[in-house]
T-cell receptor, first 118, second 114 residues
Framework: GAVVSQHPSRVICKSGTSVKIECRSL??????MFWYRQFPKQSLMLMAT?????????EQGVEKDKFLINHASLTLSTLTVTSAHPEDSSFYIC??????????????FGPGTRLTVL | AQSVTQPDIHITVSEGASLELRCNYS??????LFWYVQSPGQGLQLLLK??????LVQGIKGFEAEFKRSQSSFNLRKPSVHWSDAAEYFC????????????FGGGTRVLVKP
């Protein structure tokens, strides 16, 4: 149980185009989803937290107009990288939270999406 | 603010030898602690987690970790390393007071010598 998928697993795009990455919780409903970014040989950095039906909360230093997050349902969150540039090339990983309320909302991670901007 | 320190960036170990990866955390309330492993180009795989109870936690692939509150540590151990254990290992801390956010350590890359 608690499986999270991401699509696509790998994407190459030209500079200036927009790319959408999907994150789905396959066998549970996730009120909260998280988006992380990982540069080569570095750790995961939280970009934003998205709650179903409300606006995402972005971490300090993350451009909300560049990284658009939509959490329209309890099983789907999307991250759109707008006007992508080579410096946006990275590994993007999502997670979905199972639990919540007064109990800990444990995160289950997707397999990641490798974005390369040419 | 919560934080995680993994003091060792790289560790090289011989196959069959024991392995210990260090993790120190800072968290103002009851911590929820995790160890993940990541192979190159892959996502994260959960090795084990500690929420409460017995401070020695058993995980997958023969790994275990011990929570020591007095030392703010959650070190990962494996008695006998296999070549397939070569990967990047991340320690993470979260909790109810942090909005369920996870903070990751910088990672430790494990190399296994034949």
């Amino acid at each position: 149980g608690a499986v999270v998928s991401q699509h696509p697993s790998r994407v190459i795009c030209k500079s200036g185009t927009s790319v959408k990455i999907e994150c789905r919780s396959l066998d549970f409903q996730a009120t909260t989803m998280f988006w992380y970014r990982q540069f080569p040989k570095q750790s995961l950095m939280l970009m934003a937290t998205s709650n179903e039906g409300s606006k995402a909360t972005y971490e300090q230093g993350v451009e909300k107009d560049k990284f658009l997050i939509n959490h329209a349902s309890l099983t789907l969150s999307t991250l759109t990288v707008t006007s992508a540039h080579p410096e946006d090339s990275s590994f993007y990983i999502c997670s979905a939270g199972l639990g919540g309320g007064t109990s800990y909302n444990e995160q289950f991670f997707g397999p990641g999406t490798r974005l390369t901007v040419l | 603010a919560q934080s995680v320190t993994q003091p060792d960036i790289h560790i090289t170990v011989s196959e069959g030898a024991s392995l210990e990866l260090r993790c120190n955390y800072s968290y103002g309330a009851t911590p929820y602690l995790f160890w993940y492993v990541q192979s190159p180009g892959q996502g994260l795989q959960l090795l084990l987690k500690y929420f409460s109870g017995d401070t020695l936690v058993q995980g997958i692939k023969g790994f275990e970790a011990e929570f020591k509150r007095s030392q703010s540590s959650f070190n990962l151990r494996k008695p006998s390393v296999h070549w397939s254990d070569a990967a990047e290992y991340f320690c993470a801390v979260g909790g109810l007071t942090a909005g369920n956010k996870l903070t990751f350590g910088g990672g430790t890359r494990v190399l296994v010598k034949p």
